[in-house]
């Protein structure tokens, strides 16, 4: 008699069970730092292209003009490029600043909580 091939029994997907109990603070400060240093050249893009087409449609030219009027005199203009993008380097460095601190003081408070709790657990799973 010819012997059968055994199959071994069909097993569903496998599983792992993970628990993220500690992030290393000073691997969050670098990472946020990296991330919000590349936010911050996306901010800068998008206002430059935003300055591009409002200054196309003649928006600065009549919010100066409006200013010039409401001092009864020609004077310089208010609306620079480089008050514009003056601003916007200020308000994204505080960002950098802000981003970069709140990610490291948030891993300090995760460690303290998962220390009490113990840390998230999450599943993996193969797909079917």
């Not at 071994?8 to 990472?31: C, N």
């Not at 935003?50 to 409401?70: A, C």
């Amino acid at each position: 008699m010819p012997q059968r091939a055994r199959r071994a029994p069909a097993r569903g997907p496998r599983r792992a069970r993970l628990q993220l109990r500690h992030i290393d603070p000073w691997s969050a400060l670098k990472f946020s730092l990296v991330l919000s240093i590349a936010l911050f050249f996306v901010w800068m893009v998008a206002v430059g292209v935003l300055y591009g087409v409002l200054s196309g449609l003649d928006v600065f030219s009549q919010v100066n003009e409006l200013w010039g009027e409401l001092q009864g005199s020609t004077t310089e203009p208010i609306v620079t490029p480089s008050l514009v993008f003056g601003g916007a380097a200020v308000i994204g460095a505080v960002n950098i600043l802000l981003f970069t601190a709140l990610a490291t003081i948030g891993a300090f408070i995760y460690n303290l909580c998962a220390d009490l709790v113990g840390g998230l657990e999450i599943t993996l799973g193969e797909r079917d």
